[in-house]
């Protein structure tokens, strides 16, 4: 996430800590619900999806580090979960 910008939660307490946790940790799994989920917002010069133009695409896949480049992120198999929505706006 280098180059974004956030809010950061620090809990005071190991239970503040604990419920935190496992609040993100729902929010993740919750794929009907935008509740504590990450956003981001990027403006892209043409369309994502090529000739294949719908205002809404919705890619899912497992992602992780690249074994080729641990500097880059990748679709893996044994990766984190991830939904990406794209919406075009104009």
């Not at 620090?10 to 619900?33: G, P, Q, W």
């Not at 890619?59 to 880059?72: E, L, W, Y």
Request: include cysteine.
């Amino acid at each position: 996430d280098a180059g974004t910008t956030g809010v950061m939660l620090i809990a005071k307490t190991s239970l503040a800590e604990k419920r935190l946790t496992e609040e993100l940790r729902t929010a993740d799994a919750l794929s009907t619900s935008t509740a504590g989920a990450k956003v981001y917002v990027t403006l892209l010069l043409g369309h994502p999806g090529g000739t294949h133009q719908d205002s809404c695409t919705t890619v899912t896949g497992a992602i992780g580090r690249n074994p080729s480049n641990p500097r880059q992120w990748a679709v893996v198999p044994d990766g984190k979960h991830a939904k990406t929505v794209l919406r075009g706006h104009a």
